[in-house]
């Protein structure tokens, strides 16, 4: 019997982010995407490379927080930006 191995979030080989004037810019050479990222959104979205489970991309970036209360904050948060890319279709 096969293993059936386990799909993490992979950013699509297209979507990138760039420093702009206003911060960043989340860019979808598919679509018409131009649009504004925070800081977080970006980290997150270098750690969807389909190696990284979303539990412990949310650990990662909650390890950037100066508190507990803040580190939960940020793993709900990376929770809710690995979903909104996902329903946009950035990720799989």
């Known amino acids: ?3 059936r191995r386990r ?3 992979r950013a699509r080989a297209d979507v990138r ?3 702009g004037a206003g911060g960043l ?3 979808d ?5 131009a649009n ?5 959104a970006a980290v997150v979205l ?3 490379d389909g190696r990284h489970p979303p539990e412990l991309i949310a650990e990662n970036v909650a390890g950037l927080a100066n508190s507990r209360s803040d580190a939960e904050e940020l793993r709900a948060e990376v929770r809710r930006i690995i ?7 950035l990720v799989n």
Do not use: N, W
């Open 1 to 3: 019997m096969q293993k």
């Open 7 to 9: 799909r993490y979030p």
């Open 17 to 19: 982010f760039q420093p």
């Open 25 to 27: 810019s989340l860019h």
């Open 29 to 33: 050479a598919q679509g018409v995407r």
């Open 36 to 40: 504004p990222l925070s800081f977080i």
């Open 46 to 48: 270098t750690y969807c």
């Open 83 to 89: 979903q909104d890319f996902a329903e946009a279709g």
